[in-house]
Structure formats: C-alpha cells, structure tokens
C-alpha cells in the first residue's frame, strides 16, 4: 500500500516581520493544510518569533526555528529541507504568498503520482507599491509524458527561475546538486535557473499550469539581487556557463547526440539572457 503523501512548507526569513505575515496569512487560508510548516529565522531579534507566535493558534502545524548564527540566506533554505519530516517539501519566501487552493492541488497531483520527484507550477509577480500583477505570457510544457531531453529543452525556450520555489520529493532533494552546491558554499547567478535545470535532467518532474502562487514586490522597481540575496548593479554570467555545461555534459539519463543538441541550445540561451541582462543593468 502506498502511503498519502505529506507536504512541508518551509519559509526561510531574515529582518522582514512585516513581510512574513504576508506568507503565513496565505498558509493559513488554504482549503487544504500542509502537513508541516516551518519558519526558518536568520534574524537577530525576535520580531519574526512574534509574527510566528500570533499565527500559531491558526497554523497548528508550524514550527519556530531560531538560527543561532546567521549563516546566509542559502544555507537557511536547505537546512529547512532537513529539518523536514515529510515525504515532500517545498519553500515559500516571506514576502510571498499563496493562493488558497494551492496546497490541496499540489498534494491532490501528488497522490495521483506518487513517484514524481519534482513539481512546478506557475506563479505571479505583484508589486504592491504600484498596484500592477505580471504573469508569463507563456510556461515551459514540462511534464511527465515527455522525454528528459524534451522536458529540458521546452524549459530553456522560456527558463523561468521561480520554478525553483516548487514541490520536492525531500529525499531527492537532499541529494541534489542544489544541496551538493549549498555544502560547497558555491553560490552564482542564475543558480536558481540552474537548479531547475538540473531536476530535469534528472528526476521525474511536470509543470502545472495552475497559478499556485504571488511573488512579492515591495518597491516601485524590483531590485537585481545576486546569487547571496544581496542588491547588485551587474551579474555575473560566467559561473552560469560553466555549471550549466556540466549540468548537461555529465547528465547520464541522454544519449549523447541529445546532450550535444542541449548543450547549443543552452548556450543559445544563455547568450540571449545574460546579454539582455548586462545591457540593462
């Protein structure tokens, strides 16, 4: 018999109280609860704690945990992943949120595919100083009937780096090159898109097309931050090159005509993004 799966929302947060209801007020509405939420705190104060201790009585299901020492935004999100105890775990950041429906669809395709690895889903971006909601005109067709190659090159026509905030199986997850590159302290731009790159590659995984969540924007211009959460005027797209030609390269589960084929494309790309990127920093 196959157990139901569980889910954990884990919310790493650094100084942002304000913010971090945002998130929790969305867990706290969906028509499904998750199995397990915890709250990650870098801070160095306990305004966070408070924020978690007003949404507690609503939120049965949370957890409080301190970080004695701010070891970086990174770290803080992997660490959420082993403290974990359920089959699947995904990340929602502070100052995003959910829709209500979003935890009963992801759990609901879940138990109808109990040995998806990796499940994304599409999302919105709202700036709630002007008021405005962008959604991508158009989502990579990742799913499970199709082939890795396919999967991995339908993602690099549109490479979407709010994927990586989506469902993991935690297992995989903790053995991922995400969580290789986090024990490494190996930080890059683009690491984000990477990393989506790499469940694909890799693991059994699908896109939904439901919009599941809303990226927060909270000035008037969404700020370029680099690989460590920091505000930065340019990127660095060298790292990107070489990880994602690794990525490819040493992907064990394509022949090598379709790793060859990936390889063009995904410099392709990477031209394209990180040339737009410079010329408009």
Known sequence: MTLSPSLCIGIPTFNRPNLLHRALASIAAQTRMPDQVLIGDNSANDLSRDVYL???????????????VNYGPMANFMQLAFDASTT?????????????????????????????????????THNYVTGQTQRPACLPAVALGNSIFANVAQYLDM???TYFYGSYHRDTLLRSKLSRWCREKVLFDWMDVACVMSNLLNY???FLDEQL?????????????????????????????????????FASKISLVERLKLLAKFVYVWRSTTTFAIHHS
């Open 213 to 249: 969540s809303i990226f927060g924007v909270d000035e008037v211009v969404r700020p370029r931050k680099g690989a460590d959460a920091r505000i930065v005027q340019t990127y660095d797209p060298i790292p990107w090159l070489k990880h994602g030609i690794m990525l490819i390269l």
């Open 88 to 124: 699947y775990f995904m990340w929602l950041a502070d100052d995003d949120q959910l829709e209500p429906s979003a935890v009963a669809v992801i759990l609901s395709f879940l138990e109808r595919h109990p040995d998806l690895q990796y499940l994304g889903w599409a999302s919105s």
């Open 54 to 68: 007003q949404w507690s009585t609503s939120i049965h299901c949370m957890s409080y945990l301190k970080r004695e």
């Open 159 to 161: 490479p979407i780096s």
């Open 204 to 206: 059994r995984s699908h």
